[in-house]
């Protein structure tokens, strides 16, 4: 990924900075062998909102968009202070434990790496999911659709 582009995804990733995780949706694949049944994390997604500022409303939030992740083509990690909560190659019922605890976190802000569009997607309490785009496979590792044009997503490859 060339520095524009870097800058570019960067900048569009502020649409949702500071925005509340409010669903967090978790594809695991399983595929059955014979003797042999992996099942691992295919793919991501995080839905986000922020608080509305009209106290009358009955609508307190307005969806912001959402971050997706495949894990098929990134390598995916969740950390805390350094240390490792959950990576994507760990078992269906650990990933699909911590990846739960993210719904009501913030999203403070994204840091992407040029060239190899790594990210680490830094919640407000010191967690930090890091995306490694940089693994040797081909495809869109992770992307932002906004909540106005879904089929239109911002991707990193």
């Known amino acids: 990924m060339m520095q524009g582009a ?4 960067l900048q569009f990733s502020k649409l949702v900075w500071n925005s509340e ?3 967090v949706v978790v594809n695991v ?3 059955f062998e014979h003797g042999y049944e992996p099942s691992d994390l295919d793919s991501l997604r995080l839905d986000l909102r922020q ?3 009209n106290p009358g409303s009955r609508i307190k939030h307005r969806h912001v968009g959402s971050v997706w992740f495949d894990a098929s083509v990134c390598g995916l990690r969740l950390e805390r202070t350094g240390d490792v909560i959950v990576a994507c190659g760990d078992s269906s019922d650990k990933v699909l434990t911590q990846f739960r605890g993210l719904v009501g976190k913030t999203l ?3 840091d992407i790496v040029s060239p190899a569009g790594d990210a680490d997607f830094v919640l407000e309490d010191g ?3 890091r995306c490694f785009a940089a693994t040797g496979r081909f495809g869109e590792s ?3 659709l906004p909540a106005e044009n879904a089929a239109a997503p911002q991707a990193a490859s």
């Open 29 to 31: 694949q399983h595929r």
């Open 142 to 144: 992770w992307g932002i």
């Open 127 to 129: 967690i930090v999911l």
């Open 21 to 23: 995780i409010w669903r």
């Open 6 to 9: 870097t800058d570019a995804l």
């Open 108 to 110: 403070a802000r994204v």
């Open 51 to 53: 608080l509305l500022s």
